[in-house]
């Protein structure tokens, strides 16, 4: 028998007012921290930190597997029915509610739970890239949970994968997964030029320089979507090195303009939604933010793009 979930089908490209879920982005903010802190307990390193980060899923967000004591564990944000969903290579399962809760509740419980699954995960217990680090065990502020908002924002999540697949797939150079990165809470893909780059000057809030220049250490042209920046989350491109004439460069759709501050181009995500073709809209600002970068850092573009 099919399980379904109650929840009514969303529009593909949903609308989330950032302001309206604030408080619940801020909790799930640091509820992922916690998961993917474990996740970085156990994985072995790859460079760029690609061994870190979630995943989109069918359900919402995944670890994908790690490895632990010789075999495999796994855990899963489901944002259908809202909880968090832990299952090991020996086919024990686990969990914990996504309800309104402390962030200090949310990590004494997962804690908990993995315990009883045989996992001791000993991490940092504190969040990174943000302005104001409250160990998780004490933060008692961030506390909201709003089903319908976290629901949307997976989907906004899915409907940006499946542009940024098909983005990757036109690249035969070296390019990261699309993968969701707890930190700053977005969703990334990064395309490589195969050159070294200069080393990253760091400055990440709560984070250690030393985190950026290894995620920064080869020229690259990057891409994402963040819940922030405007009315209903970003769409953004930079480069780094940034080379003379990015910032010049003509980039599309209508909507997108270059933020000397953040030294990206940016998106509005309710641009792409209220477009008439909204993935051909997206594609078009990744495919002429990394022509900026390409063009303008004279990559050896016959070589890394493959014409399918």
């Known amino acids: 028998m099919t399980q379904t979930s109650s929840a009514p089908p969303p529009p593909a490209w949903p609308a989330l007012d950032v302001e309206e879920w604030t408080p619940t982005r801020d909790t799930l903010h640091m509820w992922c921290q916690i998961v993917g802190k474990v996740r970085l307990a156990f994985a072995p390193m790859v460079n760029h930190w690609w061994q870190i980060p979630l995943y989109v899923s069918p359900r919402g967000l995944t670890t994908s597997p790690v490895p632990y004591d010789g075999g495999l564990f796994d855990a899963e944000f489901d944002f259908c029915d809202h909880r968090l969903r832990l299952r090991t290579g020996t086919g024990r399962t686990g ?57 949307r924002f997976w989907q906004q999540l899915v409907a940006a994968h499946g542009v940024f697949s098909r983005f990757r797939s036109r690249f035969i150079g070296k390019t990261s997964p699309v993968h969701f990165f707890w930190g ?123 014409g399918w």
Not at 200 to 206: D, I
């Open 95 to 151: 969990g914990v509610a996504l309800e309104a809760k402390p962030v200090a509740a949310f990590y004494a419980e997962t804690t908990d739970a993995l315990r009883d699954l045989g996992i001791e995960a000993d991490i940092t217990p504190v969040p990174v890239e943000v302005e104001r680090a409250v160990p998780f065990a004490e933060d008692t502020e961030h506390t909201s949970y709003d089903p319908d908002h976290a629901y």
């Open 184 to 306: 700053a809470m977005d969703l990334a893909l990064t395309r490589f030029s195969g050159r070294t780059a200069p080393t990253h000057p760091g400055g990440a809030p709560n984070c250690g320089d030393w985190v950026m220049v290894e995620a920064h250490s080869h020229e690259l042209s990057s891409c994402g979507f963040w819940p922030g920046g405007s009315r209903e989350g970003s769409f953004y491109g930079y480069a780094y090195p940034e080379p003379s004439g990015f910032a010049e460069h003509p980039v599309g759709p209508q909507g997108a303009y270059y933020d000397r501050g953040l030294g990206e181009f940016l998106l509005p995500y309710d641009s792409v939604r209220r477009a008439p073709d909204p993935a051909a809209a997206l594609m078009e600002f990744l495919q002429s933010t990394y022509e900026a970068a390409a063009v303008n850092g004279d990559w050896e573009r016959a070589a890394l793009e493959k």
